[in-house]
């Protein structure tokens, strides 16, 4: 490896991510979460947080945007506006609801999902995914691709090439490994993964600890912004 490399490899090792988002961007992202509000679950500023978050990496990188948990599609659609059609995008999810929380996930995570007359429950967050499609169809369709259907059935079969943004919204344990043990050696050097449930749910958490344990990496857990968005960024091929 000649010095320059290592300087390279060093820096991205070093790498602080901007403790603040631009505010030059900040009204667009707003303006984003207004007209998607009815779509997602995520609060303004963590919206925000996370479209700062992927504009940012999407200077530097190129390559697809992939998120594995999209709910209604409100972040989706978001980070379509933010990426550009001139990316490829990779939206998972089992439009079904959430597969059963177990002891891994953590006693709130099984005290959720047992409580169904909860104003939180939302049917156990199943959808439509003909209403997703909808949402973001005024996006090149070579461009975005909708799988449907259960993480473990359909993430290994991931073709999309190099990623530059992974966002996970798996909430458990079994989700959130089934996403990183596929996708994480996709995600180019210096790329990203968001963790939406990392600070949520213990399942999330532990799913992410063990996986960069047992297989060495050396990415970083970081933070973003204001609101302090939980991501790896991977420093290493």
């Not at 603040?20 to 995520?42: G, N």
């Not at 998120?67 to 989706?76: D, I, L, R, S, V």
């Not at 990426?83 to 959720?112: C, I, K, N, V």
């Amino acid at each position: 490896m000649t010095a320059w490399h290592e300087t390279q490899r060093f820096q991205r090792k070093l790498r602080r991510f901007a403790a603040e988002a631009d505010p030059a961007y900040h009204a667009a992202h707003s303006e984003l979460f207004r007209r998607y509000a009815d779509y997602t679950l995520i609060p303004e500023e963590v919206f925000c947080d996370n479209l700062a978050l992927m504009r940012q990496r999407l200077l530097d990188l190129d390559g697809t945007v992939v998120e594995c948990g999209t709910w209604k599609g409100g972040m989706a659609a978001a980070m379509l506006q933010v990426g550009g059609p001139e990316r490829s995008y990779h939206f998972y999810d089992s439009f079904a609801g959430l597969p059963q929380a177990t002891p891994t996930d953590g006693e709130d995570a099984m005290s959720w999902q047992a409580d169904t007359e909860h104003p939180w429950y939302y049917d156990n967050l199943r959808t439509d995914a003909d209403s997703f499609r909808k949402l973001i169809a005024s996006f090149p369709g070579d461009r975005v691709h909708i799988h449907e259907g259960w993480f473990s059935d359909t993430v290994p079969h991931y073709d999309g090439g190099p990623i530059a943004v992974l966002r996970l919204d798996g909430d458990w344990y079994d989700s959130t490994m089934v996403c990183l043990e596929h996708l994480y050696r996709h995600v180019q050097a210096d790329g990203i993964i968001i963790l939406d449930d990392y600070d949520a749910w213990d399942g999330c958490s532990r799913a992410v600890h063990d996986f960069l344990s047992r297989t060495g990496s050396t990415a970083r857990i970081r933070r973003f912004g204001p609101t302090g968005v939980a991501l790896i960024h991977k420093v290493d091929d």
